[in-house]
Nanobody, 118 residues
């Protein structure tokens, strides 16, 4: 079992910044990838940014150049630095972790609200 604890959401004006954090904890697991998804009202959950165990990153087209994902391996923690925020970024952001013991499995955080006002 892997537990994910998220923090850093909040209310910010357009053009502002927020930094999300997600720490993974558990025993006898290896992380394949961690990242962030988001879900806006009446929309499907969509991937935002992912970083693999090897450090490879990927981003949704809508956030490229504005968001940066990074990690602290020693702390099993992933971060999402969000700059130049837009009202369209308003959503619940969910931490994601793909980890394995004998098989791989997807884990999800409880979500943190990000609201961007005009």
């Amino acid at each position: 079992q892997v537990q994910l604890v998220e923090s850093g959401g909040g209310l910010v004006q357009a053009g502002g910044s927020l930094r999300l954090s997600c720490a993974a904890s558990g025993s006898s697991f290896s992380i394949n990838a961690m990242g962030w998804y988001r879900q806006a009202p009446e929309k499907q959950r969509e991937p935002v940014a992912v970083i693999t165990s090897g450090g490879t990153t990927s981003y949704a087209d809508s956030v490229k150049g504005r968001f940066t994902i990074s990690r602290d391996v020693a702390k099993n923690t992933v971060y999402l630095q969000m700059n130049s925020l837009e009202p369209e970024d308003t959503a619940v952001y969910y931490c994601y972790c793909n980890a394995r013991r004998t098989v791989s499995y997807n884990y999800w955080g409880q979500g943190t609200q990000v609201t961007v006002s005009s």
